[in-house]
């Protein structure tokens, strides 16, 4: 019995159910102290810098994306500012086109018209009955023997009827060239009256243009879609076609979007529409391959990752040197109480003074003597 109570007190743990298998679970006050430095010193580093890279991959691909529609912004901004430019042209010449004028002194000012804008490459006045008075093709296209390609009725007969300009698409002219038409109401000089109509064939020539030089660079691309999201010109080599869908770009409130080009690979797209925008207006879209727009995104992720990375490792290497440093005097402590203990009372602790664990090995020193 008496046995029994020596080993309770010298293992109070062996008085509880289970106290030797729970005595041992436990972590040791070393252990505890090497655990608390690393999550202290590593885990709040870990949280803050996964949020940091979160926080910074979302703003430069909002960058990114940003950076997409400005360019979108500004090409759609150059054509409009070209097609305005050219319909104040029209405009103004439309004064002096007056379809009551002699037949002869109305063909010498198309032609003079014509002639004098290298963007135009023919130009038809109609009276307000449709029938034509005259049609002048420039003297490249004279030379080159190439017809004026047809204009679209609908479009004289509304501008004779409502007095409402317009344009068409973008398509094909006669000698395969890129043009579209440009068709205006002409008014009575002295009456104000709807008179007849002009209409202009424009090349478009610095359209393509205007989308080369705005996408220089390998991988990007710009070309113009209609309303039905169709393929009207594009910087790209003949053959070429967009991704069948654009719903990425046309289908919700956003103009910009990441989805599969039409070479197969995944690219971001950003829409721009033409001013006037109507229900003929076309769209401007420029695309860039993903892997090439967000490659400085990922060298700023991964810059970041790895000087966090480093950090951890600094704060993690801080931490095991301080637990050491606390936990090697423990050690020892422990190691000569047991030498006491046993009875060796010659055995002197060997521990660093200065701080509290030195103080306390003094102690037991003093009390082996």
Do not use: C
């Amino acid at each position: 019995m008496e046995s029994n109570g020596r080993d309770s007190q010298r293992n109070p743990a062996s008085l509880e159910p289970g106290g030797g298998p729970k005595a041992r679970r436990r972590l040791s006050i070393t252990d505890r102290l090497r655990w608390s430095y690393l999550l202290s010193s590593t885990l709040p580093l870990l949280l803050v810098g996964t949020l940091l890279i979160v926080v910074l991959l979302r703003v430069q691909q909002r960058n990114a994306f940003d950076s997409q529609q400005a360019v979108a912004d500004q090409i759609a901004g150059n054509i409009a500012t070209f097609l305005y430019d050219l319909e104040q042209q029209l405009l103004r010449a439309g004064r002096d086109l007056s379809p009551l004028d002699d037949p002869e002194r109305l063909a010498g000012a198309v032609d003079r018209l014509v002639n004098n804008s290298p963007d135009l490459r023919a130009v038809t006045v109609v009276d307000d009955t449709g029938a034509l008075l005259a049609e002048e093709a420039s003297d490249l296209l004279v030379a080159q023997g190439v017809a004026p390609a047809p204009v679209d009725r609908r479009l004289i007969e509304g501008a004779i009827g409502v007095g409402q300009g317009g344009r068409t698409t973008i398509v094909a002219g006669t000698d395969g060239q890129p043009i579209f038409h440009v068709v205006l109401p002409v008014r009575d000089p002295t009456t104000g009256r709807i008179a007849g109509a002009m209409a202009a064939e424009v090349s478009a020539a610095r359209i393509s243009q205007i989308l080369r030089l705005a996408v220089q660079g390998e991988g990007k691309t710009a070309y113009i879609v209609d309303p039905r999201r169709s393929l009207l010109l594009t910087d790209r080599t003949p053959g070429w076609h967009p991704p069948a869908d654009l719903e990425a770009l046309f289908g919700s409130a956003s103009t910009v979007g990441e989805y599969r080009g039409g070479d197969g690979q995944m690219v971001v797209g950003a829409r721009a529409p033409v001013a006037p925008i109507n229900a003929s207006s076309w769209s401007v879209v420029v695309e860039q391959p993903s892997s090439e727009l967000f490659v400085e995104v990922y060298r700023s992720v991964m810059l970041l990752a790895a000087l966090i990375g480093l950090v951890g490792l600094l704060a993690l290497a801080w931490a095991l040197f301080q637990s050491r440093r606390i936990v090697d005097p423990i050690q020892a402590l422990t190691a000569g109480a047991q030498e006491l203990a046993d009875g060796r009372l010659e055995h002197r602790i060997e521990v660093p003074p200065g701080d509290e664990l030195g103080q306390l090995a003094a102690t037991f020193n003093e009390m082996a003597i």
